[in-house]
């Protein structure tokens, strides 16, 4: 870490910040330029907190932290490209996974058709909803328990992998049995004693990013679940909140390589809730390919004007299979693959 | 609701929507402009994801809801502004009030000193964080139920009434006997659950602004306390996220005269959040004064430099004590009140 | 234009807002609902600022705008995409235009091996700043008539067409016989007199997408060079300034989708200006592709650490001509070409 | 300047950064932690573009600029807060200065008339936009010179110092003999051959943000300015672009006292641009005189609802007339002053 002094600064000044540092077994080296009196900070670790300690004593102008504040989530701690597997499907490898779905179980028809046709047309995962969480709370929040097990039936009938969504710690229990990966929704991505919750669950999590989280949030949030000592951490981009109206939110799709550059954790997209209209599911979709993705997650439902929720950003069936071959034909542009049979665009 | 369809929609896409709209039980007026067909939707209370059914209909280019989507929190319901009284204090009448207290309790000297220096200066609520949300897993996350009880004390020895953030739903009955308001953090400001278990805790809630929540978002977050029948509930904007980085957040001050135009809540501005920087919170708390809020939130610890948590935006006792009377004389320039005396103002 | 009323708003604040709208001549259609009543504006055109003049009549609500803004830019007015022919090269058809080139023309040398380097990679137009907008007054601020005369050397020497920016009325006439194409820049994209003196000049015009402009303010700022008759008009998104700091803008990939559902104008991605950091280009040039693009602009200088501007957005020759197959690879993956021969890829 | 080389940066690639350092007549200073190699660049004055420059480099993990960028615009420069005398008006001292007027003039006696409003009301300066930047080419564009001619007789009528827009270099000769101050509009603030010659031309110049200009880059394009010699700049803060949509800007009122600590010059607030909407000009209005601004800029109109454009932000006389007294009330309250006497606040 570094100080940086006000050109102003007094020796007291200085002399106080030194004190500090060496006060928590820390190490500090002076440079004085022409303008400004630096200070480097050295030690293992630095407290987390450390820059905030500091900018906060007389003279001093800036402060900058060197190393990152994220650490199992980085390339440093793990060297490889982190793996997850869920029953046959391997993520974070070559093949891209598709998660689709629709937004919320509604009712056994509607999911176990939706997962039948999503099978069909070359998903390896299922995602459904029994808990949402509703921006208002006159709107339709999920089936709960009865969510729950229809989507075992789901599984069941097609053996499609589960993913789902958990909104609160005491619910991480009741959740666990039906589902394989834990989702943890952008509203909550910073709801910090549900991220220990999953992290001791002892199953994977996907972590969408919040809305207006920064990056680097993104991966110290993922921190707080690889602290409890599960690595199996999917991050999800599904858009950030900007100025645009066009859509629902922006897709930072430039998080892709980002990510990747920072971390090791496999990084999917979500064009659904980026887009917010189905028109726009297929070029982002494409795009987060392009971009590196390890993975789509997109809403499906078999009459999205009739969906309880989200319905102008869920494909129906038909668009869904027509999707799949072009995201085929983007991985395999990228030295990806998608292990889509030609039988399975049978629709 | 209106729904605009396309210049191109067919007469057939036309009755789909009317179908639709009629098979919910609600009216459909028809009128046909030159280039477009204009659906009016008439009829109560419209589903609160109509928009959202009606958008993905063929031939519909947008669709405008004409009345707002929350209820409980606007003037239609509550015709006089909300009035809170916690202890001695009445927040939303003309006094304006001023909570104050460190960041994190983190000893009990600490938190006792501060308690009698903020109200020897003037304020009326004490602030401390027992249960701290941090953005990384390596930060000091407050004392917990050792927390509480120094605040207890603190209580008993100033008779301030508190207020403490709590994070999750399972916590909500342990905080409550220790609290005089719950505060639910920016973080936690769409975590559905523990709004709406705060809502049935029968004491005030104060809910902050998230970095990313528009107003109106955070109206109906408001609402989801209100409808377990907790009427008492204020809002308080602390930043939002914008591009801008000489400060922590961008003070949205706007908020403040919005918020008392769309609704009867109290409305408070922290501007230790918002600017992170001890240096401007000065210029912001009497911003949001002159704005017209009901109410501060200021972050003061007896020794910022040596905090364990938001020390660089914390203001030491003598700070808070030399502003409390700037607050009284830009509250009186507004027509509001700030209950210190000539003697409170002695350090 | 629906103009909805407040729910309390008077018989004589309706009729106010009907005779305004009367003296205008346009009509006027009252529909009262149970809780608002609604005024529908009919009339062809409306004037552009009515909504504005309208919602500070008392007793107003909302104003809703139906018909769009804009008309020369949208599929209504020229149902055909746009083609634009520069040389040999057609812009908005089925292959992928690329243009490449250095942030500045620095000297006679490196612009001219730079011109035959990405001839050779395969890229059908040049680019390079003869007078460059610098943030800071003390930058490296172009060669000004002496870049253009390289540029025409260039021209002459590779056959590329050349396309450079121009930042002031004044300029537009000096500039003209050594372009093809006029760059208008992002921080010039609203103004309003330069657009009109290019929209004057009879030539191609590519405009950028400012820093925070909606992509409806975009498209008005395209009808500005249209209505000069002018209908060569190329969009070209380069990345939005929003919260995360890990890229130097966002790039909002899903502009693509949406420009071209809107508009027929061609609309091209600049992944240089929207990563600001050479390891991310390639990742966002290839989601522009997938998104659907129809063309790149990349910065590519032969020693980015030595460029006078933008060397960290720089690619080096060699890593141009290694991102060309693969965007050919994915622009074939999505229906469309890039016409670069396999020698093409011999550097 | 400090360069940190990554964790793994080899001996080769650090002397390539030293060797480059010092090709430019720079000193680099090298510090080896134990993660971290740390190159600290010591010289007068740092090309201003180093940064970049140096980022481009192999191994280079990050570049941190130590010295602000601007330099005429700090208190370093100048030691004393500027202080601009318009006529009987003094910009920058104790008194706050109120601009009001129309956004356009419209005709003589539109303007006239309320130029003896505001004068009665007690503004010192007027304000109308001869010169309109429109989103819309089909909106009203202003009356142009003979707008100027209008402006110059309300002058000779109430003695009311003048400031309007101009919109291009080619228009400053021209309006330099109506106008007392220049005003560079948002749209136009990173006009830098604009701001190089209103730079040039001898009188006070009102620098507008960016609608998502970082304060950096503010101050930056006020450096443009004075590099030409007049150090007469004010700058205005009228709203940033964000996701709020409950207002037209957001108002960034930290900006007052962030520019206040980085500069010497006068900094006003446009409580009507950033809000949008009438109601809430007083509450913001009122907030930047508390957060310390030195003047305010307000649109005035005898009728806002026939007001060719901007009329849903403008008060009418009786408004205005109003608002003087409390805008007085706070600047007292935080001990500046107001010219009013008790017979201005007589309408």
């Not at 589902?179 to 509203?187: K, L, M, S, W």
């Not at 669950?201 to 996907?206: F, I, L, N, R, Y």
């Not at 390919?289 to 997109?298: E, K, N, S, T, Y």
Request: charged share 20%; with cysteine; aromatic share 6%.
């Amino acid at each position: 870490m570094i100080i940086v002094m006000n050109p102003g600064a007094s020796r007291e000044e200085v002399n106080d910040v030194v004190a500090r540092i060496r006060s928590l077994s820390l190490d500090a080296h002076l440079s004085e330029g022409e303008e400004h009196t630096i200070i480097g900070v050295v030690g293992v670790p630095l407290p987390p907190t450390l820059d905030e300690m500091m900018e906060v004593f007389p003279g001093v102008e800036r402060v900058v932290r060197i190393t990152s504040k994220f650490k199992l989530t980085s390339w440093d701690f793990h060297p490889q490209k982190t793996k997850i597997r869920v029953g046959a499907t391997t993520i974070g490898g070559d093949a891209i996974t598709v998660i689709a779905g629709p937004c919320s179980v509604e009712s056994e028809e509607q999911t176990l058709t939706t997962a039948h046709a999503v099978l069909q047309a070359g998903a390896t995962l299922f995602r459904g909803g029994a808990y949402k969480p509703r921006t208002s709370p006159y709107e339709f929040r999920g089936l709960g328990q009865r969510g729950l097990e229809i989507l075992a039936l789901a599984r069941e009938e097609t053996g499609l992998g589960i993913i789902t969504e958990v909104m609160t710690p005491a619910d991480v229990a009741t959740v666990r049995p039906y589902t394989d990966i834990f989702q943890i929704g952008a509203r909550n991505a910073q709801n910090y004693l549900l991220l220990e919750e999953v992290g001791k669950a002892g199953k994977p999590v996907m972590l969408k990013r919040g809305l207006s989280m920064l990056i680097e949030e993104w991966l110290l949030a993922a921190e707080y679940v690889m602290a409890q000592g599960n690595s199996e951490v999917i991050l999800c981009e599904r858009g950030i909140r900007t100025f645009e109206v066009q859509t629902r939110n922006t897709l930072d799709v430039s998080a892709v390589p980002v990510v990747q550059k920072l971390s090791h954790l496999p990084i999917f997209v979500d064009p659904s809730h980026a887009a917010g209209k189905r028109a726009y599911i297929e070029a982002l979709a494409l795009a987060g390919v392009a971009a590196g993705c390890d993975g789509l997650m997109i809403e499906v439902h078999p009459a999205p004007d009739h969906a309880l929720s989200d319905g102008a950003q869920s494909l129906n069936f038909t668009e869904f299979a027509e999707l799949m071959p072009k995201v085929k034909a983007v991985a395999e542009a990228v030295g990806r693959t998608l292990p889509v049979g030609d039988e399975a665009m049978v629709v």
